[in-house]
């Protein structure tokens, strides 16, 4: 199995502004990439709390964290409780940093059982494979013709959504769809239908976006998150995010601009009464990207995008 190399280490290493016994969330812990270079940046006293949904990424990443001992706490959760978490858990913590780095770990990727690739048996797409809720085979099996496009448009932006759905319910009358591989396979033969030429992303990619961010609720954590990691920040603290696709970029992008501005009111009301105030400074207008150099040498941080703010 291949490693996780962290996307834009550096970038996020300096963004977050580090200093001695700071504390930091990596509410992405993935396989402790990030959070083994913050707890070196944070050294000697300075307290990484790092949260995963997946128990194998809590397994992989307190192996690689164990060296810090008790400076680096690793907790199963959903980072959508963080404030609750630490409100309750660790109400005397002051935090300086926080990282939120988002999409998918090459552990889960490779992971034949968890169904996030194009070629696995199962076919779940569960960040955390034991919580309720329908997983992608349950929904690709029975979601209705137009609420399969739905969502194949709204989280995938795939252009193909309605013919893909169309293809998905005259194979399922056959046959139930039982791997990602199989479905895989329908939706390549309806883009081969449509276009003639091969496109530089798996044709797949759209659908599969939209399943997993569909099933983990991915957006409504992300929205509720941004606004609780700045409520819990210190004044002078940062957040980092890394986004890996447009539409998350731009929700990030629209929080950050909201909180950063001292009126949210609709521009044609004549005077402000929204009584908004702003709590950050965004540190970067324009995001920053991997360099070619990094790109080479890891092919999944080509599409990466941080952008980073700083609690006033
Ligand atoms: C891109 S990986 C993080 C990689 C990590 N930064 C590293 O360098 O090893 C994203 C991780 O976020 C986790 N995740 C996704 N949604 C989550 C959520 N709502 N709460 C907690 N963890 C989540 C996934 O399980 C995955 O392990």
Excluded: W
């Amino acid at each position: 199995m291949k490693n996780h190399i962290p996307v834009l280490l550096d970038e996020v290493i300096k963004g977050l502004n580090l200093k001695e016994n700071y504390n930091v969330i990596d509410a992405t812990l993935g396989g402790g990439g990030h959070s083994e270079k913050i707890l070196e940046k944070i050294s000697p006293n300075g307290i990484l709390i790092g949260v995963d949904l997946d128990d194998n990424a809590i397994k992989l990443a307190r192996n690689k964290l164990n060296k810090f001992e008790s400076r680096a706490i690793l907790i199963k959760e959903n980072y959508k409780n963080l404030k609750k978490i630490i409100h309750e858990q660790y109400p005397n913590i002051q935090i300086h940093g926080v990282l939120l780095d988002l999409g998918l770990s090459l552990y889960q990727l490779q992971d034949t059982n968890r169904g996030f690739s194009f070629l696995n048996d199962k076919f779940s797409m569960k960040f955390d494979e034991n919580s309720d809720g329908e997983d992608a085979q349950e929904i690709i099996n029975s979601y209705a013709q137009e609420k399969l496009e739905k969502i194949f448009k709204e989280f995938g932006e795939e252009k193909l959504s309605s013919q893909i759905a169309k293809e998905i319910v005259n194979h399922r009358n056959n046959s139930t769809i039982k791997t990602s591989k199989e479905l895989a396979e329908i939706i390549e033969r309806v883009y081969k239908k449509f276009y003639r030429q091969k496109s530089k992303i798996h044709p797949a990619t759209k659908v599969f976006q939209a399943l997993r961010i569909y099933i983990n609720k991915e957006f409504d954590n992300i929205k509720s998150f941004l606004r609780d990691a700045i409520d819990i920040l210190e004044t002078g603290g940062r957040l980092t995010v890394i986004t890996f696709h447009s539409l998350e970029d731009r929700i990030v992008k629209q929080i950050f601009k909201d909180e950063a501005c001292d009126c949210i009111c609709p521009k044609n009301f004549p005077k402000c009464v929204c009584d908004h105030r702003a709590r950050i400074k965004i540190i970067n207008n324009k995001v920053i990207i991997p360099s070619e150099k990094e790109i080479r040498e890891n092919a999944a941080s080509r599409s990466a995008k941080l952008r980073i703010i700083e609690k006033l």
